[in-house]
């Protein structure tokens, strides 16, 4: 079980700057990104407010239209801000072609469970401020040549918490993916296992794993896709047992945080632990591929993973010459 609060510091925010509050030599040590923000100063006056951020990375700002355009990567260092569900997967579908399943499921409070506010009402408050109902959309799609089934999580509604609702609109897509003899695609973000759900959401481990394990005995491919960040619960189950892993640079992925890890084993931290190049170092993941490319290198990987899968349609067609 996650401590959500943890995953949310750890996540770069996609911070509005206002240009006028920025101080000089933000980055301690490094003089060029002094130097950037000296010569933003003198036209300051005439940037309106909450167009451009910041770069979490590099420092740099960046117009939020060409941060937009350039699906929410830094042009400057490529560094990969946080980006909405709904936008990304209009990243990588084929246009018009997704079918979402199970959109209207909600979350119950079996628990009653209490913290700070009522379950329900944080369930409120998140599908107030991102328009969906759960942390992962689900459907049908196309994407390039291949019928797929999609699932993408979002951080934003309850740091991508999985609850009993993300397990079964992803066992459902599995189940339809295993039916129809599709590819199955999950783009993962979480802090993992939602506590406000206890068991329930821990169940759904197990339950998306198994839907996983009928779709890889059909012979039918299953790539998971990491990206910031991808932890604990999720990370435990369905994201970490892809045919295919492949991560978005930069992205934290792992079971506990660092600092729970470090104060249980007292012992230093390599450098860059739990991230997706020290991973990639390690045989955990397969590659990084990029946001931009992400869409192009699927199609690829699924051309690979597909040749010699018989379309379930192909079978049906009569043979037309007999001579
Ligand atoms: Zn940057």
């Not at 997967?89 to 913290?115: P, Q, R, Y």
């Not at 994201?239 to 084993?265: H, N, Q, W, Y």
């Not at 490319?293 to 079978?315: C, F, H, V, W």
């Amino acid at each position: 079980m996650s401590d959500l609060s943890d995953f949310s510091k750890t996540l770069p925010q996609l911070e509005t700057v206002d240009v006028e509050s920025i101080p000089s030599g933000i980055e301690p040590g490094s003089s060029s990104a002094r130097m950037k923000f000296g010569e933003a100063v003198p036209r300051k006056k005439n940037i309106p407010k909450g167009l451009w951020t910041k770069c979490g990375k590099c420092a740099e700002l960046i117009y939020d239209k060409d941060l937009d355009e350039n699906l929410k990567t830094c042009p400057s260092c490529g560094y990969h801000f946080p980006i909405a569900a709904r936008v990304r997967l209009a990243s990588l579908v084929d246009e018009k072609s997704f079918t979402e399943m199970d959109a209207g499921m909600s979350s119950v409070d079996v628990l009653n469970f209490t913290g700070v506010a009522s379950y329900p009402s944080k369930l409120k408050r998140y599908q107030k401020s991102t328009g969906e109902n759960d942390a992962v959309i689900t459907g049908l799609c196309k994407m390039g040549p291949h019928k797929i089934a999609l699932g993408v999580m979002d951080f934003s509604f309850l740091g991508g918490s999985m609850g009993s609702v993300v397990g079964e609109k992803l066992t459902r897509l599995i189940e339809v993916g295993t039916k129809e003899k599709l590819p199955v695609i999950i783009i993962s973000t979480s802090g993992g296992a939602r506590m406000y759900e206890g068991m329930f959401s821990l169940m759904q481990m197990a339950k998306t794993c198994g839907a996983l394990a009928y779709h890889s005995e059909a012979g039918l491919p299953y790539i998971s896709v990491l990206t910031h960040p991808t932890t604990a619960g999720v990370m435990a189950s369905y994201a970490s047992v892809g045919d295919l892993i492949l991560a978005e640079p930069g992205a934290m992925i792992g079971f506990a945080g660092p600092r729970v890890i470090k104060d249980t084993t007292q012992a230093e931290l390599p450098p860059g632990f739990q991230t997706t190049e020290f991973l990639l170092d390690r045989g955990m993941i397969d590659a990084i591929v990029t946001r931009n490319q992400m869409r192009e290198s699927l199609i690829n990987y699924l051309n690979y993973l597909t040749a010699g899968m018989t379309k379930p349609k192909a079978k049906r067609t009569p043979r037309k010459k007999a001579s």
